[in-house]
């Protein structure tokens, strides 16, 4: 006699595979080709985020030894790593295809792109210092100085302190941040600019390009 037994799942539960949970679903637009890695990596966090998945890439689920959800878990860690493969280049898929969890696959590709920190952060860096408006509209200038400190952001170390010496580092990355689109604005926008930079504080970048497009 054959006992049948369901799995009682929380809605909130990340063992919760849902009817629109394919495996043969991409995470990204535009998949990992080696050069993207940052923006890539970005993307899919958002993206596993969302479906509450995150935490079979991470290692914060890790395989139970619960036998009843154990196999449940592997569900979920194969359609992850079905992500995953789908949302990479072809000739890195044969590279990783034989990852045995999404834990594995994940870090793998981590250690072999985010190790080209130093030359991307560089470029980054490079890329900021010599952005400015020329003939863009400063909605597109706005958003491609903001999409390079946001990738650069990223390559930074998580901060794990919460304490208040963490607040005047914080700060000075937004006035960089500030600091940076005010100079590569085009002349006729010098008046406000001056205007913004006698303001204490100094209004966040969101505020700053409000006030730009206002003019």
Same mark, same amino acid.
């Given at each position: 006699?054959?006992?049948?037994?369901?799995?009682?799942?929380?809605?909130?539960?990340?063992?919760?595979?849902?009817?629109?949970?394919?495996?043969?679903?991409?995470?990204?637009?535009?998949?990992?080709?080696?050069?993207?890695?940052?923006?890539? =990596?970005?993307?899919?966090?958002?993206?596993?985020?969302?479906?509450?998945?995150?935490?079979?890439?991470?290692?914060?689920?890790?395989?139970?030894?619960?036998?009843?959800? *154990?196999?449940?878990?592997? =569900?979920?860690?194969?359609?992850?790593?079905?992500?995953?493969?789908?949302?990479?280049?072809?000739?890195?898929?044969?590279?990783?295809?034989?990852?045995?969890?999404?834990?594995?696959?994940?870090?793998?590709?981590?250690? =072999?792109?985010?190790?080209?920190?130093?030359? =991307?952060?560089?470029?980054?860096?490079?890329?900021?210092?010599? /952005?400015?408006?020329? *003939?863009?509209?400063?909605?597109?200038?706005?958003?491609?100085?903001?999409?390079?400190?946001?990738? *650069?952001?990223? !390559?930074?170390?998580?901060?794990? /302190?919460?304490?208040?010496?963490?607040?005047?580092?914080?700060?000075?990355?937004? !006035?960089? /941040?500030?600091?940076?689109?005010?100079?590569?604005?085009?002349?006729?926008?010098?008046?406000?600019?001056?205007?913004?930079? *006698?303001?204490?504080?100094?209004?966040?970048?969101?505020?700053? !390009?409000?006030?730009?497009?206002?003019?």
């Amino acid at each position: 006699m054959v006992v049948a037994y369901t799995i009682q799942i929380d809605q909130h539960d990340p063992l919760l595979i849902h009817h629109f949970d394919h495996p043969s679903q991409s995470l990204v637009s535009t998949p990992l080709n080696g050069d993207n890695f940052g923006s890539w =990596r970005r993307a899919i966090v958002i993206a596993l985020e969302s479906e509450n998945k995150m935490g079979f890439v991470d290692g914060l689920i890790p395989k139970p030894t619960d036998s009843t959800k *154990l196999s449940l878990w592997k =569900r979920n860690d194969s359609i992850v790593r079905s992500w995953l493969l789908n949302s990479v280049n072809k000739d890195i898929v044969t590279s990783v295809i034989y990852s045995s969890t999404a834990t594995i696959l994940w870090e793998d590709l981590n250690s =072999r792109y985010r190790q080209q920190n130093g030359p =991307r952060v560089f470029q980054l860096k490079k890329e900021i210092f010599s /952005c400015n408006q020329g *003939l863009m509209s400063v909605s597109h200038y706005f958003a491609k100085i903001k999409s390079l400190w946001e990738e *650069l952001s990223d !390559f930074q170390p998580p901060h794990s /302190c919460t304490c208040a010496g963490v607040k005047p580092l914080l700060e000075y990355l937004h !006035f960089e /941040c500030v600091m940076s689109f005010l100079m590569g604005l085009n002349e006729n926008y010098s008046h406000i600019s001056g205007q913004i930079l *006698l303001r204490d504080p100094i209004p966040s970048i969101s505020r700053v !390009f409000s006030l730009m497009v206002q003019e």
